[in-house]
């Protein structure tokens, strides 16, 4: 114990004379964090519409002021015929176009129905189908007023759908706002959470044994377990520490809510971390200099923080996508993150996450350890 | 059980397909001050790392202090200290740290085992706060042996510890290795240079992972037979072109602002190589015979080898 104790403090010592890191530790991902959460934002607003109205009359105005009314929407240009529109979404003027037909009123008055068109730019999947669905509630709404007015036999139908019979209402539960940031400042927290223990703990025994102070450790008597603990033990609670700044930033500036219970979360962090800092052990045993372990440890990084969940929801990727997720480490502690934090959730709920986690620590560490020997 | 500081038999070690130790056979008795010398890549840093336990060797024994460097390594570690050629403590931490932290990390404390590193350490006490990457190369070794000495070893081993030393420190080194030497501890030295193998109690020559001879110093040189000259002329390049093309020329060696010779007839022959070299064009000549150094000795083995 008195060995760890001193190796700890060895180190420690090391991390807070490192000019260079210090501020790599500790500024940088709280700059991250407030960065970040405030760009990664999914939300759509001002989508560029061209409006072509070739009817020109009371309904269709009523149709163009309800989405000029809309916050999603910005009308950038209105004319006949379509191949203005065509012309505007080539030269990227607008994001989607609704043409009403000639004579839209007088059919929808007579008839009880008429159909309009939707054209959309879907170079952006995700925008697209934003505007899709952003269009439909308007149209929708739409419908329903010109539907008090003139009888319930009136209806629009949209190009693409069947005639709107049944409303659909929503209830955003746990996030009843829409609120991006609370879905993504826990996400990215946990993301540096990770950069921080993967990088720190993949460098830090390579180093050694670039500059060769590994030498002066291996013909002492030190045990293999003290001298992986007195390692890893540092960058434990630095990953700690980390996690706190990134509670109380997301606290404080941001106002996400913290429902669950947080003496848990700290815990399931606290095995997350043994399992990232394997990992970092891992590689660092694999590799003789810093920059090896630098970009092998990006490379892991990259692929699991794209495959997290956070900028991709994991349901969406391809089938064989989502099994490859399931090694990724950093998926199961977004999940937990999010669960806990803002839906509540308790120690059962998180229990498969706990014991994956668990298992993928102690494969990791035990690799780790066995590639790990001191007579090189 | 034998109570040798050093028994190593048929030990091999090889890189890929580099053999670095191509069965060493070598005794070193306990209380002594042991050479290892040898030119750059002779192996000498091999033997050592293989001895302190920080490779595992690829064929053969050896055994440090009577403990198998195998088997029982953990035992070796904790009787040994050790000095690598590179300096290898943390130079983001300063003199004193280093010091406290090796010294924890063998369970003891620098003032119980004050009395071992007294005479060194005093010496760059006055900066133990400084970092020891601050240190000036002379400052840096001794701190380095003071770390190495700080859990009581019973045997040191010292690679290359004067590379790149300057000359009064170096003597300080060897001052330093003679009083380790008498409170008990033996010592494994290695070095590329030869002038240092007088200092040691004993020498291995070691080139091409091979040992050449293992003696005294005053062995190596009584067992120098033939006569020996320094010879030196005003232009130094043409005289060792002169004499190695010298059909009675026996070797040839460079030797400080000398030229060390030996020649074939194993008579006297200063009067011969004066009439030679004059025959030459050569001015300002002068032959005198000497005796032999270690490293004339060393010359001489090395040359059989090839």
């Not at chain 2, 192996?43 to 050592?48: C, D, N, P, R």
């Not at chain 2, 060797?57 to 440090?64: I, M």
């Not at chain 2, 006297?268 to 032959?287: C, D, F, M, P, Y």
């Amino acid at each position: 114990m008195r060995i760890i104790y001193y190796l700890v403090k060895k180190e420690l010592l090391q991390i807070f004379r490192n000019k260079g890191m210090l501020p790599i530790i500790f500024v940088i991902p709280i700059i991250q964090l407030v960065i970040l959460s405030n760009a990664a934002d999914f939300e759509i607003k001002n989508l560029k519409l061209y409006f072509i109205d070739n009817d020109h009359s009371a309904f269709s105005r009523l149709l163009q002021s309800k989405l000029e009314g809309s916050q999603y929407f910005m009308i950038t240009g209105s004319g006949l015929g379509s191949q203005n529109g065509d012309a505007a979404m080539q030269n990227d003027l607008a994001d989607l176009v609704i043409e009403l037909p000639r004579g839209f009123e007088k059919k929808l008055m007579r008839e009880g129905f008429d159909k309009i068109q939707l054209r959309i730019n879907a170079i952006d999947g995700t925008k697209a189908g934003l505007a899709s669905i952003y269009a439909s509630e308007v149209i929708s709404d739409y419908n329903r007023e010109i539907r008090d007015r003139y009888g319930a036999s009136r209806s629009l139908i949209l190009d693409h759908t069947e005639g709107n019979k049944i409303e659909i209402t929503y209830s955003n539960w746990y996030n009843p706002d829409l609120n991006y940031k609370t879905f993504m400042v826990p996400g990215i927290l946990v993301l540096l959470v990770t950069m921080i223990g993967a990088f720190l703990s993949s460098m830090n025994i390579v180093r050694e044994k670039e500059i060769g102070t590994i030498e002066q450790i291996n013909v002492t008597p030190i045990k293999k377990h003290q001298f992986i603990i007195g390692k890893l033990f540092p960058f434990w609670l630095l990953g700690l520490v980390e996690l706190s700044i990134g509670f109380l930033i997301a606290w404080l500036v941001f106002e996400v809510p913290f429902i669950g219970n947080i003496f848990l979360l700290y815990g399931f962090a606290a095995l997350y971390l043994l399992l990232i800092l394997g990992m970092g052990l891992f590689i660092s045993t694999l590799t003789q200099t810093q920059q090896q372990a630098m970009f092998i440890s990006w490379f892991f990084l990259v692929v699991f923080i794209l495959m997290s969940g956070l900028f991709t929801a994991i349901e969406n990727m391809p089938v064989w996508a989502q099994k490859v997720t399931l090694f990724n480490p950093i998926r199961y502690f977004i999940e937990v993150v999010r669960m806990v934090m803002l839906k509540g959730s308790g120690l059962f709920e998180v229990r498969w996450h706990i014991l994956i986690v668990l298992l993928y620590a102690i494969a990791l560490n035990g690799l780790a350890v066995f590639r790990y020997r001191k007579t090189v | 059980m034998t109570n040798l500081a050093i028994k190593t038999e048929n030990l091999t070690k090889r890189y890929g397909s580099l053999e670095a130790l191509k069965g060493v056979d070598l005794e070193v008795p306990p209380g002594f001050l042991f050479g290892i010398i040898g030119p750059d890549g002779a192996g000498k840093t091999s033997l050592i790392r293989t001895l302190a336990t920080l490779v595992l060797p690829d064929g053969g024994r050896a055994s440090v202090l009577g403990h198998d460097v195998v088997a029982e390594y953990r035992s070796i570690r904790n009787k040994m200290g050790y000095m690598p050629g590179r300096f290898s403590l943390y130079q983001d931490l300063s003199v004193l740290e280093n010091l406290q932290l090796f010294a924890s990390i063998y369970d003891t404390t620098i003032e119980k085992n004050y009395h071992l590193i007294k005479d060194i350490y005093q010496q760059i006490e006055p900066f133990k706060h400084r970092r020891a990457g601050q240190l000036s190369g002379g400052m840096k070794q001794k701190l380095a042996l003071s770390c190495a000495l700080i859990h009581e070893p019973e045997i040191l081993f010292l690679d290359e510890p004067t590379t790149g030393v300057d000359p009064v420190s170096r003597n300080e080194f060897w001052e330093m290795l003679e009083d380790l030497k008498k409170k008990g501890i033996s010592i494994l030295v290695s070095t590329p240079y030869m002038d240092e193998a007088k200092l040691c109690d004993m020498v291995a020559l070691i080139q091409n992972g091979t040992i050449l001879s293992v003696n005294t110093p005053a062995e190596i040189v009584d067992s120098y037979n033939t006569p020996l000259y320094a010879i030196k002329a005003t232009n130094k390049y043409q005289l060792l072109k002169d004499l190695k093309s010298y059909s009675y020329a026996a070797s040839v060696f460079p030797f400080g602002e000398y030229i060390h010779y030996t020649d074939q007839r194993g008579l006297n022959v200063v009067e011969e190589l004066k009439k030679h070299l004059e025959a030459n064009n050569h001015s300002g000549i002068e032959v005198v015979s000497i005796a032999p150094t270690v490293e004339d000795c060393f010359m001489a083995l090395m040359d059989e080898q090839v």
